[in-house]
């Protein structure tokens, strides 16, 4: 596995420069959790309860984190990516320890995640720049069904739904604007967006501080139970810890003196504390129509000018940040895992085609469906049992610079070799305290003690079944409650 460098360009394109310090990291990650999954968490808490929720929230909190660390480990046992000095993408992990099969339904997971939270955040940015249009006037958009023209939408002619245009299909003003907006950052480098996501996150934060004093004026008189009866919103609270696969990328960008364990702390800290407070308090004040997102209902026209301008300043400074990240992210995997080695080609599949789909699923409730049912197929499996998985794996293979350093050892495979790794007996057995050489495993586990080696390796199988039974019960829920409809 060739391992690249974060001191130069290499000649597929990808600039790597390790160069995000300890407060850019922080703000990268907060703004990667949060994304699009908030707008829909109210009717999560409403409909699920908020006993229900809060668990959620809080353990998959917890388990994204150590899935992020697992990764992290994982990384470091690449030759040549000790300490993180090089450059390994999440792919490049599942093509070296899972093997080609799998590592063949890893990719397909991988890029409907990144697509589905892409879109997303686009239909989403999209209808709110709509629905504000709305405020001064009318929103306008190039009808493509069922007669192509163009129309323009008031506030007494739009319905109260995801789209102001209701179910037509429709190339909207929003959605124009967003992408002259968004667009352009697609093409940058995480570093190289980095005032942009610091401008995000004082915005967010600043937006979320006027939402729950809004909340609270509006009387917190719903009675929103502790466990409620539908679970039909389960994926929701899964897709929102859906970050875990772009956290190499930040990695691969960050300073090598930035603590990996500290910033997951502190990030993860933060995006639970956004996802709980202003949700709850949204759950609590306000009687949503339908599937109407939190978004929606704070671009109507009966509600305050400055809450208006609150949420359109939401909708910039968070979901059009979240589009250039996940962009990036595919992009980076795409070229370093030589799955697409034209630069070109890989812009426009993975930026061009997030905007085409995003075009193509912009009416109606559409956007909601999407992140039920990629948060059920693709979250679980892909941002917490794969990332188990390979540090399973990690604790099986003993590194090797090439084949001349093969001790003679354990049994070696061709493919073992030419990923620079071999395959080794006993690497679980238990630590000879006379020999020189430390153990592999427990001398490095970025961001956890050297706790005893049974435990550290309880916690993975405990992620993954955690992650199937969310996983088969989302399913199971949402099937069933779409099936009532």
Request: with cysteine.
């Amino acid at each position: 596995m060739e391992v690249r460098y974060g001191d130069r360009d290499n000649d597929r394109g990808t600039r790597s420069k390790k160069k995000i310090g300890t407060w850019g990291s922080y703000v990268i990650m907060v703004n990667s959790i949060i994304g699009p999954g908030i707008v829909v968490l109210p009717l999560t808490f409403q409909r699920v309860g908020w006993g229900w929720t809060l668990m959620l929230l809080i353990g998959y909190c917890v388990v994204s984190t150590l899935c992020v660390l697992f990764l992290a480990d994982a990384m470091t046992k690449i030759p040549g990516n000790d300490n993180h000095r090089g450059r390994v993408e999440f792919l490049q992990l599942a093509e070296t320890f899972l093997g080609t099969q799998t590592y063949r339904v890893v990719i397909g997971l991988f890029f409907a995640s990144l697509m589905a939270t892409s879109v997303s955040a686009i239909v989403q940015a999209s209808q709110v720049i709509d629905h504000a249009s709305l405020s001064v006037g009318s929103a306008c958009a190039l009808q493509m069904t069922p007669k192509l023209e163009f129309v323009c939408v008031g506030e007494t002619d739009s319905p109260f739904s995801d789209s102001v245009f209701g179910d037509s299909w429709v190339l909207s003003l929003g959605l124009v604007v967003l992408f002259v907006a968004a667009c352009p950052l697609s093409f940058l480098s995480l570093s190289d967006n980095l005032r942009v996501q610091l401008v995000s996150f004082l915005a967010l934060s600043f937006v979320c501080l006027v939402w729950c004093g809004y909340f609270v004026t509006l009387g917190l008189k719903n009675k929103v139970p502790a466990f409620g009866s539908s679970g039909s919103s389960f994926a929701f609270v899964l897709f929102n810890f859906a970050y875990v696969v772009t956290a190499p990328s930040w990695i691969n960008e960050k300073q090598p003196g930035v603590d990996v364990h500290e910033i997951l702390v502190a990030a993860s800290g933060t995006g639970l504390l956004f996802f709980t407070v202003p949700c709850l308090l949204a759950a609590l004040s306000i009687n949503f129509e339908g599937s109407e997102t939190l978004l929606a209902y704070l671009t109507r026209e009966d509600s305050p000018v400055i809450i208006q301008m609150m949420t359109f300043v939401y909708t910039v400074s968070e979901l059009i940040t979240c589009i250039p990240i996940v962009s990036i992210v595919m992009r980076n995997n795409l070229i370093e895992n030589e799955i697409i080695k034209n630069r070109s080609l890989a812009n426009l599949v993975a930026i061009g085609l997030p905007w085409i789909f995003a075009f193509l699923s912009y009416g109606g409730d559409n956007v909601n469906y999407i992140l039920v049912w990629a948060g059920i197929i693709t979250a679980g499996p892909l941002n917490f049992i794969v990332p188990a998985g390979v540090f399973l794996l990690t604790t099986k293979y003993t590194l090797i610079e090439s084949a001349d350093d093969y001790s003679g050892t354990g049994e070696r495979k061709a493919e073992d070799v030419k990923l620079g790794v071999t395959r080794r007996r006993g690497a679980l057995e238990e630590k000879n305290e006379e020999e020189d050489e430390p153990d592999v495993f427990v001398e490095k586990f970025e961001g956890f003690p050297k706790w005893q080696r049974g435990r550290i390796l309880l916690l993975p199988y405990v992620v993954i079944i955690l992650a199937l039974t969310g996983t088969i019960y989302a399913a199971v829920i949402t099937t069933r409650s779409q099936a009532q409809m």
